[in-house]
């Protein structure tokens, strides 16, 4: 069981990577899921996401425009929480934390993601992944739409059914970053339990 301790202020923490696959995801064979990080990585990483959300996301600072060919391959950190971490404002209320990894496809404008390797905060692993499907949005903030889905469970809880609306911008000269965010419910024993907020940001 790994536990962490998160002594700075939550948000998206960014580390360049690659990409593998996960049923319903259009392009599996594009996305390299890493190996699981430490504690002090990820701990690491959602240093680097507040400052991608809070100081560039909520300021605003959106990429001018999105490449129209290539592909780019992304890792980050993902957080879920109560719908208010969306606005950037709590996210050190987040209850839970993972690591993302992103393969964007600029000429078909698919963004397709694996969030994996989920822990509660300072309690136990998640098994099971949520994964991203979305598209590039080119209008003048340069940015995407889509969702994210997936099962989720440890011993504690047992499977839980995830899903969020998903909304976000390209960060960065050349769309080189990507931070996102939405609501969604999750399902547990047939009943639909309570509403959720998810965040992440990745280059």
Known sequence: MNTFY?????????????GNGADGVANVDRIVVG?????????????????AYVDDYEAGNFA?????????SMS????????????GTN????????????????????????ASNFHVIDGADFDGQLTLDATILRDTKAGIAGTMSGV?????????????DIQGNFMGAGASGLVAGGTGRVIYDGDDIDALGLVFAAD
């Not at 190996?35 to 400052?51: F, H, K, N, Y």
């Not at 980050?76 to 606005?87: M, S, T």
């Open 76 to 87: 980050g950190a993902v957080l879920i929480g109560d719908p208010g971490i969306v606005d």
């Open 152 to 164: 989720l469970e440890n011993a504690e809880t047992g499977p839980s059914d995830l899903s969020f």
């Open 6 to 18: 998160i002594t700075i202020p939550i948000i998206f923490a960014l580390t360049a990577c690659g």
């Open 35 to 51: 190996a699981a990080v430490s504690d002090e990585v990820l701990q690491s990483r959602i240093g680097v996401l507040t400052d």
């Open 91 to 114: 996210l050190d209320t987040a209850d839970v934390a993972g690591q993302i990894d992103i393969s964007v496809d600029f000429a078909t404008n698919e963004v397709d993601g694996i």
């Open 64 to 72: 001018s425009s999105v490449p129209v060919s290539g592909r780019a």
